[in-house]
Every structure is written in C-alpha cells, then in structure tokens.
C-alpha cells in the first residue's frame, strides 16, 4: 500500500512538471520541431530580411500561388516577399498534416508593415505550406495564399 502511494506521489510530480516552465518558441531553424515553428521561424526570417537563410529553407524546385502574382518559383517568390517591411506578424488556427517525410502546414496569418510602400491589410490571410524532410533538414517545397470569398 505504501509503495503504491509513492508510485502515485511520484507520477504526479512527474507530470506537473510537464507544465512548470513556459514554452519556448523556436527562434531559429534549428529549434524548429513542427509545423507551427518551421511557419514562425519563416516568417521571423522575412521581417529580419534574413534571404540567404529563407532561399537555403526552399527547396530548387519550389512554388508558390499567390491571388495577385498567380505561380512564382523560389527566385521570383524571394524577390516578392523583399517588397515587403514586416512590422510584426501573427499566426493563428495552424493545423499541421504530417505523412512520413511531408508536412502540410495550414494557418491564418496576420502581418502588420508595408507591401511596396503601402500598408499591408489588417485582415489575417490564409496560408498553406507544404515541408519536406531532406538531408538538410526541412524546406519548404510549396506555399498559397487562399482567397476565400
């Protein structure tokens, strides 16, 4: 009886110590577990204008849709993201898809700053990426910005 209350005292510390320290968001690539920080970092990157870093993390044959541009390769979608200042963004309602070495990554973002000179627009825009695992570690094969009506 005794050894069992301390099996229970145990478990329980145990496992409130799952929730004692505040999560630490990934604050680069290498602290990136999933699909919600691989998005944070991506998006820290492009308000840091950090390009050599964001160009390593999309794969050669990347690409992207956007409402205004329509399909843009790696160098194209690099050159559209740097008309952008990045003041602050947000993410919200991510959904991450993971099959085997594929991830979906599905979110709204919000982006506070400019696009060429004028104010980007306060409304959160959905987003969906699609990573894949390689030597290297996560690139980012495919990324859209829906529309919705």
């Known amino acids: ?3 069992g209350l301390l099996v229970v005292l145990l478990a329980t510390l145990g496992l ?3 929730t004692m320290w505040k999560e630490h ?3 680069a690539w290498t602290d990136a577990t999933g699909g919600e920080s691989l998005e944070r970092v991506f998006w820290q990157e492009v308000k840091a204008g950090h390009w ?6 999309l794969a050669g044959n990347f690409v992207a849709v956007t409402p205004q541009e ?3 390769d790696r160098d194209a979608f690099l050159e559209h993201l740097k008309l952008a200042r990045i003041d602050d963004y947000s993410l919200g309602d991510v959904q991450t898809e ?3 070495r594929t991830m979906v990554v599905t979110y709204t973002l919000t982006l506070r700053g400019t696009f060429q000179g004028q104010p980007l627009p306060s409304a959160p825009v959905r987003m969906m990426s699609v990573w894949q695992q390689q030597q290297t570690g996560w690139v980012e094969i495919a990324h859209t910005v829906i529309v919705t009506p």
């Open 16 to 18: 409130s110590g799952c």
């Open 25 to 27: 968001p990934a604050s």
């Open 98 to 100: 993971l099959n085997t």
């Open 70 to 72: 329509g399909k843009l």
């Open 52 to 57: 050599n870093q964001l160009e390593a993390r």
């Open 1 to 3: 009886m005794r050894n």
